[in-house]
């Protein structure tokens, strides 16, 4: 159990919770609600039976069960943490399961997708307000969450137009009540903004960890003994999920084409910079992009999620 990270509540925001999916997101999500008291009841649902048996063992939850349907009966605050590319079919199978009140929200990296497919499976009277908390690590599973995921993090809420002002009011002290920093903004908007600064990266560093174990003339034990900190993060961001990650880029390749554009572009200015010796277009382009990481410093978001994790 962590040491308290955010204020506990007197009394729960939510009588039932529901989590579809108990990989890192949804297990860090049933331990933040555990433990804050965010939650009367915490149902959790994984199509895996190995999943929730240790869910079960690891106590994360009231109800375990491999029924997406049978965790949201009665819950009045559903989260579905499952790959963006099976939200859709996952939404069908618990919409006759939802009550009228209910709040449907996801953790999905992609927004616009979540939206236009899961949108009009939506019961009516049932508020859909989709959300992206913007944290994780490399690692995956029910064992791998840790309640302070979420600390000082920014989660995303994307509300449709016309939502109810009182299910996003609810959701954004959910997720405030877990410690992260809430921003609204359209879906379209997000998936632009998290193409350059998630997804691309993270396509960048699948491709330079898939050189280097390529490159014939390294073998895999000196890329490993003589990696240095700029390759072994590339090595930690690759290590991600693959499956979520391959959802990820077919549901919002419109903006991440956008983004590799611009990012070839700016590599071919590059490239003529080195071919030519030109220092001072380097040293200017270089200079340029320390002011971005300051920002981030200045902001708190340079420590990875796992130094929140205490023992």
């Given amino acids: 159990m962590v040491d308290s990270f955010a204020p506990v509540r007197a009394r729960p925001l939510i009588n039932t919770l529901a989590i579809i999916g108990m990989g890192l997101i949804g297990s860090s999500l049933a331990r933040a609600a555990r433990e804050l008291n965010l939650a009367g009841r915490i149902a959790a649902a994984d199509r895996d039976a190995a999943v929730t048996e240790r ?9 375990a069960t491999t029924s997406a349907a049978e965790a949201c009966a009665d ?18 199978e618990i919409a006759p399961a939802l009550k009228r009140g209910a709040i449907l929200s996801d953790v999905g990296s992609v927004k616009g997708m979540i939206v236009d497919q899961v949108g009009p499976l939506v019961p ?31 989660c995303i809420l994307t509300p449709p137009d016309g939502s109810d ?10 997720w405030e009540g877990m410690g992260a920093i809430v921003e609204i903004m359209s879906a379209p908007h997000h998936d632009l903004v998290l193409a350059i600064t998630s997804h691309l990266p993270h396509l960048i560093a699948y491709n330079i960890v898939g ?24 090595t930690r961001i690759a290590a991600s999920d693959p499956t979520m990650w391959r959802d990820i880029f077919l549901h919002n390749k419109d903006a991440v084409l956008e983004m590799l554009g611009r990012f070839s572009e700016d590599l071919s200015l590059l490239t003529r910079a080195i071919r030519f010796g030109d220092g001072e277009t380097l040293h200017r382009h270089f200079t340029r ?3 971005i990481r300051r920002g981030i410093v200045s902001l708190g978001q340079d420590k990875p999620e796992t130094e929140k994790l205490k023992k």
Wanted: charged share 15%; with cysteine.
């Fill in 55 to 63: 869910v079960r063992v690891l106590g994360l939850a009231d109800l």
């Fill in 211 to 234: 050189t280097a174990n390529d490159l014939e003339a390294v073998t895999q034990s000196e890329v490993i003994k003589f990696s240095a900190g700029g390759f072994r993060d590339f």
């Fill in 165 to 174: 002002a009182q299910a996003v009011a609810t959701l954004r002290a959910f």
């Fill in 124 to 154: 009516a009277g049932v508020h859909f307000i989709p959300a992206h908390p913007v944290a994780g690590t490399e690692h995956s599973g029910p064992d791998a969450g840790f309640a302070s995921l979420f600390l000082s993090r920014w």
């Fill in 75 to 92: 819950a009045d605050l559903v989260i579905l943490c499952t790959p963006v590319g099976i939200s859709a079919r996952v939404a069908e």
């Fill in 289 to 291: 992009t320390r002011a």
